[in-house]
């Protein structure tokens, strides 16, 4: 690839020649060795910082959420009226809450909660989205209908759907995930969509329509593989959006139960208080940011990699 | 021009249509029954049959939800189960505060998301551009009831600089109505300036590259006039849509923003509707601002037209 280094390429500078360059040139090879990019996983997370950052942040929360019982933490529930609204200290990392419960280990174990509602809302709004999309996408006739469909439940701001369908059922993760879900599914549905529109003008579709293929064969082989890589990348930012929604609708008292430690719980009781005892409410807040943070730029990273046309348009 | 703009009209109807669909089934489905609720615990089965007669609850759903449409068209978003108010003299009352906070946001963040979005673009993929796509990452994930808490801490708790919390109705006077809106405003603010700045750097990069930019700098137009006078104009179209698309975030934000910063607007009618379960009011809320949202994004696309006089459909 790199073309042999010419003799005006090489000649040194008459200007800015000094002793070093002169005596340096000689060892220069004729030709000079191609640049090897690095394969493997390494080489993708040096051309792809975001990626390496928000993964190995990722992955912490992960291990976080796992291994939360032996990280030194207490029962996250565990009263104790007798050591309210400590300030944080060596025994009490995090201080206590006005229930005198460790807010160490609730910060700690809320993390399964953010990210089990993150991941599951992903992966069932992205599973939902998929179906609906491919079929809107290339079954002509259903499209106005279900399109018409989604454009009304995206015309509810997503919180507010959230909240209208949480005030019919009781708080709960699965009704948290379940509402979430619901909201998201009409933005996956249509990124899907857009995609499928596009590849069924693609001449290898034709060619398989030509020779016969049947068409749930030409959405499955032909279709649905080139959709994976938004669609991942799409899933990443619905991850992040619904940790985000949980913890809102956990704050204004519309999600988990109050018996569940997650980030939005904890900060809605911190809520009273905030004033005076600023930490309830910061260090959920850290752990919330940090990890919406991370996803999205996994999600950045993932998408400047796997998606190049929509990275320039973003 | 009016084919389009009676087309565009005419195609909200659906939507809207749905959305009143899936509140209407929001209620039907509602836990509690409301006869019984009224009937009391002394009524018989044949009581509480004659209560829901009356109240002609026992009719198809159908009939229910066309009668329910048009109750709404003529301004009846029902009676609240826990203050017997009806629900829109309820929002009424309540929406001053919302409205100020959203438009005071709007205008702030639309006044620095659009330069900063063009900066990034002249700037591209130099340290200023990276810097501002950095914020804009971090306007995404840091959700607004943190920054509003920060801003709170820093600004009205630490520094004193601002009111805490709470709220002064305009009709005070401007200052101390909009003293109290700046802290909420900004925190409100974050998402939306990362988004509408994202998309203008975007739609910016797209335009700087083509040829009458080019033939502007050979004119020796200065950098500011072809950036925001020639580039801009033709950037506009993605840049307005996603302010439009905004809105439902500024939604969305208004509920938890007024719930940290303690400003008694529709947020927190609609926080104490949740602990309530009152149903119909959360119900109205959903439904008069999905409408808002509905109508302001058809607004924006009969704006198309006059931004940029190439849209016929």
Redesign the interface.
Same mark, same amino acid.
Request: no cysteine; glycine share 4%; aromatic share 14%.
């Given at each position: 690839m790199n073309p042999p280094p010419t003799a005006t390429a090489l000649a040194p500078d008459p200007i800015t020649t000094t002793a070093e360059a002169v005596t340096a040139a000689p060892d220069l090879p004729d030709i000079l060795p191609p640049v090897k990019p690095r394969h493997g996983l390494v080489g993708f997370m040096r051309r792809h910082p975001a990626v390496a950052v928000g993964g190995a942040l990722v992955l912490t929360m992960l291990l976080i959420a796992l291994l939360a019982p032996w990280l030194g933490t207490v029962d996250p529930t565990a009263l104790a009226p007798a050591r309210r609204t400590r300030e944080p200290s060596a025994a009490f990392w995090f201080g206590t809450d006005m229930l005198g419960r460790d807010i160490y280990s609730r910060v700690l174990y809320g993390t399964r909660v953010s990210l089990t509602v993150g991941f599951s809302v992903a992966i069932l709004a992205s599973l939902a989205g998929l179906a609906i999309g491919l079929v809107s996408g290339y079954i002509r006739w259903a499209d106005g209908f279900i399109m018409r469909v989604m454009d009304g439940l995206m015309s509810i701001p997503p919180i507010l759907l959230a909240v209208a369908l949480m005030a019919l059922t009781r708080g709960s993760v699965g009704n948290v995930i379940t509402a979430i879900t619901i909201a998201e599914i009409p933005r996956v549905s249509r990124l899907v969509r857009g995609v499928v529109l596009s590849l069924r003008e693609q001449p290898y579709v034709d060619a398989a329509v030509a020779a016969g293929t049947r068409t749930p064969m030409i959405i499955l082989r032909h279709i649905l593989p080139n959709t994976l890589a938004p669609m991942t990348v799409q899933a990443t930012y619905v991850c992040a959006s619904a940790m985000i929604v949980e913890a809102i609708l956990s704050f204004i008292g519309a999600g988990t139960p109050p018996t569940v430690p997650s980030w939005g719980n904890i900060m809605a009781e911190g809520r009273a208080l905030w004033q005076v005892k600023p930490y309830i409410v910061f260090f959920p807040s850290v752990f919330l940011s940090v990890t919406v943070l991370a996803v999205n730029l996994l999600g950045d990273g993932l998408r400047d990699a796997l998606d190049p046309q929509l990275a320039k348009r973003l | 021009m009016l084919t389009y703009v009676i087309r565009r009209i005419l195609a909200t109807i659906?939507?809207?249509?749905?959305?009143a669909?899936?509140?209407f089934s929001?209620l039907y489905?509602?836990?509690g029954d409301p006869a019984a609720v009224i009937a009391g615990d002394q009524a018989t089965p044949a009581d509480v049959e004659r209560i829901r007669a009356s109240l002609g609850l026992d009719r198809p759903f159908l009939v229910r939800f066309g009668e329910w449409v048009w109750q709404i068209l003529n301004g009846n978003l029902g009676t609240s189960i826990f203050t017997n108010l009806p629900v829109a003299a309820m929002i009424a009352q309540r929406i001053e505060p919302t409205l100020s906070l959203m438009a005071v946001t709007l205008v702030f963040a639309v006044s620095i998301a659009v330069p900063v979005g063009v900066i990034a673009a002249w700037k591209a993929d130099t340290l200023v551009d990276r810097a501002i796509m950095l914020f804009a990452?971090?306007g995404?994930?840091?959700?607004? !009831?943190?920054v509003g808490?920060?801003l709170a !801490?820093v600004f009205a708790?630490q520094l004193d600089w601002l009111p805490?919390q709470g709220y002064t109705p305009l009709s005070e006077g401007l200052w101390p109505w909009f003293e109290n809106l700046i802290l909420p405003a900004v925190a409100l603010g974050c998402v939306y300036i990362a988004l509408i700045a994202?998309?203008t750097r975007?739609a910016m990069l797209e335009v700087l590259q083509q040829d009458y930019i080019r033939t502007a700098r050979a004119k020796g137009i200065g950098e500011a006039g072809i950036l925001f006078i020639h580039a801009l104009k033709n950037a506009a179209v993605p840049i307005v849509t996603v302010i439009g698309i905004g809105i439902?975030?500024l939604?969305?934000?208004a509920?938890?923003t007024e719930?940290?910063f303690a400003i008694p607007g529709i947020g927190r009618l609609?926080?104490d509707?949740?602990?309530r379960?009152d149903?119909p009011v959360?119900?109205g809320?959903?439904l008069l !601002?999905?409408f808002v949202?509905?109508l302001v994004?058809l607004l924006i696309d009969l704006v198309y037209v006059v931004l940029d006089p190439r849209i016929r459909y």
């Open positions: - | 659906p939507v809207m249509a749905i959305v669909l899936f509140v929001l489905i509602a836990p990452v971090l995404f994930s840091v959700p607004v !009831f943190v808490y920060l !801490f708790l805490v994202r998309i975007a439902a975030l939604i969305g934000g509920v938890v719930t940290v609609t926080v509707a949740i602990l379960r149903y959360i119900q809320i959903v !601002f999905s949202y509905v994004n």
